[in-house]
């Protein structure tokens, strides 16, 4: 499937993730830091969930440590690299695809969560023409991200 024709700013759509995430980043305290980030090529409407499910695992996934988060883009050529770090409990390394539906990488008495979260962002990303991974291991810094092309005649993030 084409990626759909549209633009939008990916910052402002993450600041709309986090203020979806105001209940959970009061309750644990976690700090989101999220920099300058591009305007992308997309379908302005579904970037939202593509976005929302990082940060809420970065939250759920960080062990007994305060959440801290950060969001940062990468520009390469005609692409943006848009990355979610945390410093959580991280991926196995022996995990291959985090991102098959229902692939819990948890059992349910750790963590509650249906398993489709990740399998979402991956088929919202594609359908945007975009790529989703996962890095990160145990002892190291985990996160995500989301390769993007941007809008057309922008190169530049956006801070506002």
Same mark, same amino acid.
């Given at each position: 499937?084409?990626?759909?024709? /549209?633009? =939008?700013?990916?910052? &402002?759509? #993450?600041?709309? @993730?986090?203020? /979806? &995430?105001?209940?959970? +980043?009061?309750? +644990?305290? @976690?700090?989101?830091?999220?920099?300058?980030?591009?305007?992308?090529?997309?379908? !302005? *409407?579904?970037?939202?969930?593509?976005?929302?499910?990082?940060?809420?695992?970065?939250?759920? #996934?960080?062990?007994?440590?305060?959440?801290?988060?950060?969001?940062? @883009?990468? #520009? /390469?050529?005609?692409?943006?690299?848009?990355?979610?770090?945390?410093?959580?409990?991280?991926?196995?390394?022996?995990? +291959?695809?985090? =991102?098959?539906? =229902? /692939?819990? &990488?948890? *059992?349910?008495?750790? #963590?509650?969560?249906?398993?489709?979260?990740?399998? &979402?962002?991956?088929?919202? @990303?594609?359908?945007? *023409?975009?790529?989703? !991974?996962?890095?990160?291991?145990?002892?190291?810094?985990?996160?995500?991200?989301?390769?993007?092309?941007?809008?057309?005649?922008?190169?530049?993030? !956006?801070?506002?």
């Amino acid at each position: 499937m084409a990626p759909p024709s /549209d633009a =939008f700013d990916s910052r &402002l759509r #993450y600041q709309e @993730a986090v203020a /979806d &995430l105001e209940v959970r +980043t009061e309750g +644990t305290g @976690a700090e989101i830091e999220i920099g300058p980030l591009p305007r992308v090529a997309g379908d !302005s *409407g579904r970037p939202r969930q593509l976005f929302q499910n990082p940060l809420d695992n970065a939250i759920t #996934y960080s062990g007994d440590r305060t959440p801290r988060i950060s969001v940062f @883009a990468e #520009y /390469d050529g005609p692409r943006w690299m848009v990355s979610v770090r945390d410093r959580g409990i991280g991926i196995d390394p022996s995990e +291959t695809d985090p =991102f098959r539906v =229902f /692939d819990r &990488l948890h *059992g349910r008495e750790e #963590y509650a969560g249906t398993g489709i979260g990740l399998a &979402l962002c991956r088929r919202i @990303a594609e359908r945007h *023409g975009a790529r989703a !991974s996962a890095a990160g291991s145990r002892s190291a810094s985990p996160g995500g991200a989301i390769t993007v092309d941007s809008a057309p005649d922008d190169d530049s993030p !956006s801070d506002d």
